[in-house]
């Protein structure tokens, strides 16, 4: 735009406010261009907001298309202080048995403390380094021993040891001497720890005997030892999830049984049909408001004649509405379990009832409904929004860089137009400036030829 201004004296005419208003008359095409570029953008962010709820879609469907994460299960325990029980989408549905003979334990391995009042106290004044060695889990450790190592210095050797086996230090003050104990990390047969011949700290030439003799055995390392429905099994640890296919055990007491029973929980199951409908509708609802046209009005939504759109809405209608084909069970579309659509808004409503007597009665087959690998209706959701919202091919990604390429075109229209439109301006300020000129000599003149005529 010009900065150069007119007076106008001359002719009385405001030319800026001339100017300015010839101006705004011939920017009105860059005007629609930029409403253009507001509404292209407006649709950019329409959908980035549909992707954003068809993620939610696509996770609740992610929870239906799979045995384990559809079914939900619960494990009830008959006694919990023998033992805990949790239950996967996986586990069978029954009651187990379970005694417990023996729990999994780690190995302790105590010092007699003979000598040692304080942590303080050398456990080496020979002079010259000695040999603390051990061995845990098949694992040897050989430790040098400088001259001057404390009770707490050992402790904290055995500990900041970057190839421990896996062993924990500590000291300990049993009324008399402060003793050192070695504890594994872990449970098992296998997880012992012996004290080696290896072991220079013998109790002679200034040392405490740190040797084998001086150990007691607190605790033995062992493995679990119980019975699953009278079949006899063996485990390192207390926790256990590799007996029972999708129950997970944590045997708390030993010489001791209790029933763990095993579920469905069709709540649970229910509340994730609840969220899948919920995030359809959310999807369906977004689509039809953004894509309506009002005929009487002439109002539309921000998607409305966009093709993608169109199609996203219709493909998955009939996703959801279709029979699905080839299933085993007598549950093949989602109305034969109490779930239809609304004729007027196109939304998804539960028959809560009719959907509680079908996950009784029916659980397998509406599981198969959802999860069938070619044909299931979680699936074929999830499938088909994966692919519509990627971000390298996808529907939408593509459309939203084919807005990109449009308003990156008008943008460049629209900076053309505007070099055009203030080289009129500039234009216009030099002609209006020249005729302000002008008039102004034709003034001077009829001055001039006035004040001649009078005098004469």
């Not at 001339?18 to 959908?47: G, H």
């Amino acid at each position: 735009m010009s900065s150069f201004t007119i007076g106008g004296l001359s002719t009385g005419i405001d030319y800026n406010d001339l100017i300015s208003k010839l101006m705004e008359v011939k920017r009105q095409p860059v005007k629609i261009l930029e409403n253009k570029i507001t509404a292209y953008n407006d649709k950019m962010s329409s959908y980035s907001d549909l992707s954003s709820k068809l993620s939610s879609l696509k996770s609740a469907a992610d929870k239906l298309k799979y045995s384990y994460s559809f079914y939900v299960n619960t494990a009830t325990v008959s006694d919990e202080n023998v033992l805990d029980a949790t239950a996967s989408g996986t586990a069978s549905v029954g009651n187990y048995s379970i005694e417990v003979t023996t729990l999994a334990s780690e190995e302790k391995e105590a010092h007699n403390g003979t000598g040692l009042t304080s942590t303080s106290d050398p456990v080496n004044s020979s002079g010259s380094d000695k040999v603390f060695e051990y061995t845990y889990a098949g694992t040897q450790r050989t430790l040098a021993v400088a001259d001057g190592t404390t009770l707490d210095g050992l402790k904290n050797l055995i500990n900041n040891d970057a190839s421990n086996p896996g062993v924990t230090a500590t000291t300990v003050n049993d009324g008399t001497n402060y003793r050192l104990i070695i504890t594994g990390n872990d449970t098992g047969s296998t997880k012992t720890i012996t004290i080696d011949a290896g072991t220079t700290l013998d109790g002679n030439n200034s040392t405490v005997n740190f040797t084998a003799a001086t150990f007691t055995q607190n605790k033995t390392a062992a493995n679990a030892d119980f019975k699953v429905d009278n079949l006899q099994i063996s485990r390192s640890t207390n926790s256990v999830s590799d007996v029972i296919n999708g129950l997970s055990i944590n045997l708390k007491k030993s010489l001791s049984s209790a029933t763990v029973a095993v579920a469905a929980d069709s709540d649970s199951i229910k509340e994730q049909i609840n969220d899948f409908v919920t995030a359809y509708n959310d999807v369906m609802s977004f689509l039809k408001t953004n894509t309506a046209y009002d005929t009487s009005s002439g109002e539309s939504g921000i998607l409305s004649g966009e093709g993608t759109a169109r199609n996203i809405q219709n493909r998955i209608r009939d996703i959801v509405s279709s029979s699905v084909s080839g299933l085993s069970g007598s549950v093949s579309m989602l109305a034969e379990m109490g779930i239809t659509t609304d004729y007027k808004t196109g939304n998804l409503l539960i028959n809560s009832s009719t959907l509680d007597a079908k996950l009784g009665s029916n659980l397998d087959d509406i599981a198969e409904l959802f999860k069938d690998s070619s044909q299931g209706i979680a699936k074929q959701i999830y499938d088909y929004i994966d692919d519509l919202t990627s971000t390298v091919d996808g529907a939408i990604t593509l459309r939203k860089d084919g807005l990109s390429d449009i308003i990156r075109n008008i943008n460049n229209t629209i900076r053309n137009m505007e070099f055009r439109l203030d080289k009129t301006e500039n234009d216009m300020v030099r002609q209006f400036t020249a005729l302000e000129k002008l008039v102004g000599n034709y003034n001077s003149i009829g001055n001039y030829l006035s004040n001649f005529s009078t005098q004469a």
